[in-house]
């Protein structure tokens, strides 16, 4: 899931689609007509998942105005299929998928289509690596080179004269290059994590090296991840996809799941298609060998058993994947709104989660740290993040849960000296964007071609129509985060 990149808060991190058991079927230009998938096809329905079917909107609507199908929504922007569960009350509430694995095959998305989960595989690799330390395997805040011992990151003395440390790594506070990754076609010769941590043929990323001072900083990488799933390896003598398989998904229930790069014939016999424009892509998807870091197979329901696990960890529960001193741990920030593994979102009430996005699909989850709360969503398309950010309002608003989404409402008109007190220069986890306040309302330069008009929901809270993302400024405006529409950025003020 590639991170924010400096200059423009449109590329924020976590930032990936077209029928649904409803409605009539619609085929994509060029591509065959796909009959409308049986209603019980996506698993079993109830009062919850009706709502969501009938009740999606954008966070800002127009008085009146009635909402969205999640039938139409899927059409419009361009989504085959969907997987979606729900936790409530520290259980697995339901679950169930909508629309079509694959356009080609016109196959339906069942309860158990499994699909990439992109870089949501950085907080399943984190929960692995934990239970390694508390194994006493390794050490959270000693350099990795003691652990490694297939490989060895170069030292940088100027940059991490100490080394990097696993607590670093897993919040990407080591300072190492390499964001993302691109994925290879399933015929494509894969490296191994060495030569992807050199940069060396068949890797088609560069070297994972030192960039900024270890500790110094957040900057999403990647590479970080390959370097913790190789360390992973290294300290347990057993293959990384092996390990999350012992340590994780099979004492967890978690069947559908794995981070098998190309998947095994068990996962392969239903899983979902990347789709770019509603059509599959070359190959039906791009392969991760950067398993730690984006390799994961799974669906909804299986993300919802790992998330329900660190949350009655992290409540005190015994008997869990990491033991309560240890998710706490997790989900205390390092740096800024990042914690080891987790996306942490502070307005409101506690919460974590992550997103992904790999080519052809995109994910997000999101849960209460107390409470038992939370939603999962996958997508087979990379253009999915507004449809996702709509289905999680609609069942945050059914549930009550606004700390999660705020329900949908009319732009607010604030006055000149309002928008003045919010205009200025903000900067944080390598974006940059300065707010001016104009006669016609807000607007955000991001670095662009056009500057981002932001729509005001309330005094403190300001949607961008063009990216799809929801700010949040703190009372006195001396900073704001990402609350939806990407990952839990925070942004100082910086300048008047």
């Given at each position: 899931m590639p991170s924010p990149r400096p200059r423009s808060i449109a590329l924020c991190l976590g930032a990936a689609a077209a029928l649904i058991a409803c409605g009539n079927a619609v085929a994509q230009p060029g591509e065959p007509r796909c009959p409308v998938p049986a209603a019980a096809a996506g698993g079993p329905s109830n009062a919850h998942s009706r709502f969501v079917e009938a009740n999606l909107n954008p966070p800002v609507v127009q008085p009146g105005a009635r909402p969205h199908s999640l039938a139409e929504r899927m059409r419009a922007y361009n989504v085959p299929g969907i997987s979606v569960a729900v936790i409530h009350r520290g259980k697995?509430?339901?679950?169930?998928?909508?629309?079509?694995?694959?356009?080609?095959?016109?196959?339906?998305?069942?309860?158990?289509?499994?699909?990439?989960?992109?870089?949501?595989?950085?907080?399943?690799?984190?929960?692995?690596?934990?239970?390694?330390?508390?194994?006493?395997?390794?050490?959270?805040?000693?350099?990795?080179?003691?652990?490694?011992?297939?490989?060895?990151?170069?030292?940088?003395?100027?940059?991490?004269?100490?080394?990097?440390?696993?607590?670093?790594?897993?919040?990407?506070?080591?300072?190492?290059?390499?964001?993302?990754?691109?994925?290879?076609?399933?015929?494509?010769?894969?490296?191994?994590?060495?030569?992807?941590?050199?940069?060396?043929?068949?890797?088609?990323?560069?070297?994972v090296r030192s960039t900024q001072p270890a500790g110094g900083q957040w900057t999403y990488?990647?590479?970080?991840?390959?370097?913790?799933?190789?360390?992973l390896s290294d300290v347990s003598g057993t293959p990384f996809e092996m390990l999350a398989q012992r340590e994780l998904f099979d004492p967890l229930g978690m069947t559908r799941s794995a981070y098998a790069q190309p998947p095994s014939?068990?996962?392969?016999?239903?899983?979902?298609?990347?789709?770019?424009?509603?059509?599959?892509?070359?190959?039906?998807?791009?392969?991760?060998p950067e398993l730690a870091a984006a390799g994961l197979w799974t669906n909804a329901a299986d993300l919802?058993?790992?998330?329900?696990?660190?949350?009655?960890?992290?409540?005190?529960?015994?008997?869990?994947?990491l033991s309560p001193a240890m998710a706490r741990a997790m989900l205390t920030p390092v740096m800024g709104n990042w914690g080891m593994g987790?996306?942490?979102?502070?307005?409101?009430?506690?919460?974590?989660?992550?997103?992904?996005?790999?080519?052809?699909?995109?994910?997000?989850?999101?849960?209460?740290?107390?409470?038992?709360?939370?939603?999962?969503?996958?997508?087979?398309s990379?253009?999915?993040?507004?449809?996702?950010?709509?289905?999680?309002?609609?069942?945050?608003?059914?549930?009550?849960?606004?700390?999660?989404?705020?329900?949908?409402?009319?732009?607010?008109m604030l006055t000149h000296a309002q928008l003045e007190r919010v205009a200025g220069t903000f900067a944080g986890g390598g974006l940059s964007v300065v707010l001016e306040a104009r006669a016609e309302g807000l607007f955000a330069d991001t670095g662009g071609p056009h500057a981002e008009r932001l729509v005001a929901l309330s005094a403190t809270r300001f949607f961008s129509d063009a990216t799809g993302i929801v700010a949040e400024f703190a009372p006195d405006y001396s900073s704001f985060d990402i609350v939806e529409g990407g990952p839990p950025i925070k942004l100082v003020r910086s300048k008047p």
């Open positions: 697995l509430a339901w679950a169930r998928g909508w629309g079509l694995r694959d356009t080609a095959s016109c196959a339906p998305v069942t309860p158990d289509t499994a699909f990439q989960a992109a870089s949501i595989s950085k907080l399943a690799t984190a929960v692995i690596a934990l239970r390694l330390v508390e194994q006493g395997k390794l050490g959270l805040d000693r350099d990795i080179n003691r652990f490694l011992r297939s490989w060895q990151l170069p030292r940088d003395p100027e940059r991490a004269p100490d080394g990097v440390t696993l607590r670093q790594l897993l919040s990407h506070t080591a300072g190492l290059g390499i964001h993302g990754f691109a994925g290879y076609t399933p015929d494509a010769d894969l490296p191994t994590p060495a030569q992807i941590l050199d940069g060396t043929p068949p890797a088609n990323s560069g070297a990488s990647g590479g970080g991840y390959v370097l913790t799933q190789l360390a014939a068990t996962i392969l016999a239903d899983i979902a298609s990347a789709h770019a424009g509603g059509v599959p892509i070359p190959g039906r998807f791009h392969v991760y919802a058993r790992l998330l329900i696990d660190v949350q009655a960890a992290a409540a005190g529960g015994e008997g869990h994947r987790a996306a942490l979102y502070s307005n409101g009430a506690r919460r974590f989660g992550h997103d992904g996005l790999n080519e052809g699909f995109q994910s997000s989850m999101i849960a209460y740290v107390d409470g038992g709360d939370g939603i999962v969503v996958l997508a087979n990379g253009q999915s993040r507004r449809l996702i950010d709509e289905i999680v309002r609609a069942i945050a608003t059914d549930y009550g849960w606004t700390d999660i989404a705020a329900p949908a409402v009319a732009a607010k």
